[in-house]
């Protein structure tokens, strides 16, 4: 199911805490939902999943209306909050059963998809242990051990990962790749790295207003302007080199990063600009040590994008 949001806008008092932001989502796609703490991620979660009303706009799940079709569209969303609400004193088990059923999963069902749930999310050891004696990590398992239990086609995840172990949040990225091959996943998180290996597509939000959207990729040129390539060039003079390299059709600016040992930094526009560093190394009797591509980080775009 694909989640179309138009228009929304939430307020608290004066403040608008989400600002008339428009959204898509299709079927199938894994979103990174990114912002600073307050700037609107966890409200426009809230009301995706109809646990607050907005105050203007509309969302659309799989086509219907979420104002109008409230309870049919909560049957097919699985959400894990960010506080990860839990009943301490119940076991895993027991829990697990309990929100099997009041998802409405046919009570001969319910055993064996409780088992595949626990198994799913490595519970397997603590799944007779009370709730409350669980380490967080492994809470923060039971939590998406609910959400997808009922093997819902949307799922709303709000830091999926907060408190896990290294090997916890490799696991937990590899099952949330699996469910996104067919389900539509959005996923909030403050782990940049994270994004860069779970999600398709990123989604930037500040002050409730939309910052950025695209793939990792794209937002890194947006950043750049154009590629940028780190070369170093070895047995010519650096003054010589810069300007032959500066002469290049391709290249818009050439820069030292280290004019001893004859290293650039390269602004290109296009991929034919390698084969010109190559083929001008060749003529002129140079050796080509380094030509790699520059990549602004994911984090120095996120804090462009929202120190304002």
């Known amino acids: 199911m694909d989640i179309v949001i138009e228009n929304l806008t939430k307020k608290y ?65 699985g959400y894990l909050s960010e506080n990860n609400p839990l009943y301490q004193d119940m076991p895993v088990i027991d829990f697990l059963n309990f929100c099997a059923s009041i998802q409405g999963i046919e009570n001969s069902r319910i055993p064996g998809r409780v088992a595949e749930m626990i198994k799913t999310t490595g519970l397997n050891r603590e799944k007779h242990k009370k709730i409350g004696e669980l380490s967080k990590g492994y809470q923060q398992r039971v939590g998406l051990a609910q959400a997808i239990i009922h093997n819902p086609e949307i799922l709303i995840l709000d830091e999926p990962t907060s408190g896990l172990d290294p090997n916890q949040i490799a696991e937990i990225r590899k099952l949330i ?6 389900k539509t996943v959005i996923l909030s998180t403050h782990i940049l790295p994270e994004v860069e290996a779970t999600c398709d597509r990123i989604f930037i939000i500040n002050k409730g207003k939309i910052v950025a959207d695209g793939t990792a990729e794209t937002l890194r040129k947006q950043a750049q302007g154009s590629d940028i390539l780190r070369v170093k060039i070895e047995d010519g003079e650096a003054d010589q080199i810069f300007k032959s390299l500066q002469s290049l059709k391709s290249v818009s600016m050439v820069e030292f990063t280290d004019r001893k040992l004859n290293r650039f930094n390269i602004h290109c526009s296009t991929e034919e600009v390698k084969r010109e560093i190559f083929r001008l190394c060749v003529n002129k009797n140079w050796v080509l040590t380094e030509l790699t591509p520059f990549e602004t980080k994911l984090e120095d775009i996120f804090r462009d994008l929202t120190m304002n």
């Open 13 to 77: 008092g004066n403040q608008k805490a989400v600002d008339n932001i428009s959204l898509k989502v299709a079927t199938g796609e894994i979103l990174g939902f990114l912002g600073p703490n307050g700037a609107g991620k966890t409200t426009t979660m809230k009301i995706i999943t109809n646990f607050i009303a907005a105050d203007e706009g509309k969302v659309y799940i799989g086509g219907k209306s979420l104002s109008e079709n409230p309870y049919e569209i909560k049957k097919h969303i």
């Open 177 to 182: 790749r699996e469910l996104g091959r067919e």
